[in-house]
Each structure stands twice: as structure tokens, then as C-alpha cells.
């Protein structure tokens, strides 16, 4: 049987689970195997984001912000303060600077959504003759309730009528009892993945 990267390389395509699975009931001890299929399960996807802005503006002078005075993010105090500072530490980090001269103000709000955790766990295993199958399935609920989380930033542009000339709105989740340098790290995250598309390219 053809190992895993030149079965990949034959067929050009991103492998299926199921094969994958198959891949490895037949080439691995079970302990390993399981032990694969627990961390494939317990993997969760990235947060998306979605961007808008005004094609016509030119943002090479957007160089300086500020955040609104007066945001209300429908967060709690804690969570606004660490949106922000993860807002100044990766706008820092590209050459931005918070002013009160500013070229744009910054604005932000969230929803949050409690649901139960969307991944699931249900194994089993059966063998004989040496043979052994290996069925995933939905079960039960791995990692307790999470918070479906969305985030849109606002710029502003300081002059003129200041109207909105870029957006984004990022998509996420986060546990719900997550504690507080989890949910550092996680608007951390999602910030960071939004503003590396800021400047947009036209």
C-alpha cells in the first residue's frame, strides 16, 4: 500500500476522512490510532473573517488612530480592554500610532451566542483474525460549552464626515469558562488576523 504523502501526491487532492481513517486502521497500533483520532476531533478551525471597505479611499495617510471615547461594545469592561490592547499591540507592530492628532477613530462591538460544544465523540472498535475496524460517529460532546463569538472593528475616517471606510467582521468561538490568558490569547488572535488585511489592497 502506498504511504500517505505519495498516496496525496497521486491523487492531488485533499484526503477525506474517511480515508484517512482507513490509512490508518491498517497501518497503525490501536492505541496510536486512537490516540489520532481523538486530536483530528479536538482540532477546531480558525476564526473567519469577512472585510469591507470604501474602494475609493486612499489609505496610505491612515497612519494614526484613536478609539472612540464613548464604544459600547455590548462586552463586559475586561474583554473591551484586552480587544484594545491586542488592537494597539498589532497596529504598533505595523508602524501605527494612537493619537489625539488622528487620520481614523476605531470602534468595535460583539455578539456572543453560548451553545454546546459542536464536536463529538463516538468510537468503535471491533476485530478479528487480525483485522480491526475503527467507525467514528456523533456522540458525546467534547469540551463542554463554547461561545460563539463576533467581533466587527469599525474605522472610521477622522475628517471630513467621517464616514466608515473599512470593516471587518471576525467569527470565532472560545470556551465558555475559559480563563483569562485564554481569552487574552484569543483576541489576540482574531485581531491579528483581521488587521493583516489592513491597509486593503484594491
Not at 492628532?101 to 468503535?124: C, D, H, K, M, V
Not at 467621517?162 to 484569543?186: H, R
Request: proline content about 4%; charged content about 20%; glycine content about 10%.
Amino acid at each position: 500500500m502506498d504511504s500517505l504523502p505519495e498516496k496525496l501526491l497521486k491523487n492531488n487532492k485533499t484526503t477525506t476522512t474517511a480515508w484517512v481513517f482507513t490509512y490508518f486502521s491498517k497501518n497503525c497500533p490501536m492505541k496510536v490510532l486512537l490516540a489520532s483520532l481523538l486530536a483530528m476531533l479536538l482540532i477546531s478551525c480558525g476564526p473567519t473573517v469577512y472585510l469591507d471597505f470604501d474602494k475609493k479611499t486612499d489609505f496610505s495617510g491612515y497612519t494614526t488612530y484613536q478609539f472612540y471615547p464613548d464604544i459600547d461594545s455590548g462586552m463586559n469592561q475586561l474583554d473591551d480592554k484586552r480587544v484594545m490592547m491586542a488592537i494597539d499591540s498589532v497596529l504598533n507592530q505595523r508602524g501605527f500610532t494612537k493619537t489625539d492628532s488622528n487620520r481614523f477613530y476605531i470602534n468595535f462591538y460583539a455578539t456572543e451566542i453560548i451553545s454546546n460544544s459542536r464536536n463529538t465523540l463516538g468510537i468503535g472498535v471491533g476485530g478479528g483474525g487480525g483485522n480491526v475496524g475503527v467507525g467514528v460517529s456523533g456522540g458525546i460532546p467534547i469540551g463542554g460549552a463554547v461561545v460563539n463569538h463576533q467581533l466587527t472593528l469599525d474605522f472610521v475616517d477622522a475628517q471630513g464626515d467621517q464616514s466608515l471606510v473599512w470593516q471587518a467582521v471576525i467569527e470565532g468561538e472560545i470556551k465558555e469558562k475559559a480563563t483569562p490568558q485564554q481569552k487574552e490569547a484569543y483576541f489576540y488572535s482574531v485581531v491579528q488576523k483581521a488587521l493583516q488585511k489592513f491597509p486593503p489592497k484594491k
